[in-house]
């Protein structure tokens, strides 16, 4: 049996090497079938939209919309509530099956047994 993982995703299209990274870590920790929990925040959170993954490109990488669909069917994708709220979006605007949530669900998460948290 794995260990959860938690990987926050701080950078988006401002830093595309590292928010590739968090993202291909996450989708193979799906495949490999652990429980993954993916929290965007910061630019990230723009990929909590519809659309927007597509937007995003980095030679020699994994397409981001084919690693965040294989994240949300395995695992699960928070984004930060102030981190929406700053970019003026809610929860009926995210792709369905992300959640918005604050720091208190993410404290919740990284502190429980066993986790291993990763942040990008």
Not at 70 to 95: K, N, Y
């Amino acid at each position: 049996m794995t260990r959860p993982l938690v990987v926050k995703v701080t950078a988006g299209m401002d830093a595309p090497e590292r928010c590739s990274q968090a993202f291909t870590v996450a989708a193979v920790a799906v495949a490999a079938g652990a429980d993954v929990s993916v929290w965007l925040t910061g630019e990230s959170a723009w990929f909590a939209l519809p659309g927007r993954a597509a937007e995003f490109d980095l030679p020699h990488a994994a397409p981001l919309p084919d690693l965040l669909a294989g994240i949300l069917a395995g695992g699960r994708v928070t984004v930060c509530t102030q981190c929406a709220a700053r970019r003026s979006f809610g929860p009926d605007d995210v792709i369905p099956g992300i959640r918005i949530a604050g720091a208190a669900a993410f404290v919740d998460e990284v502190l429980a047994d066993a986790v291993q948290a990763l942040v990008y």
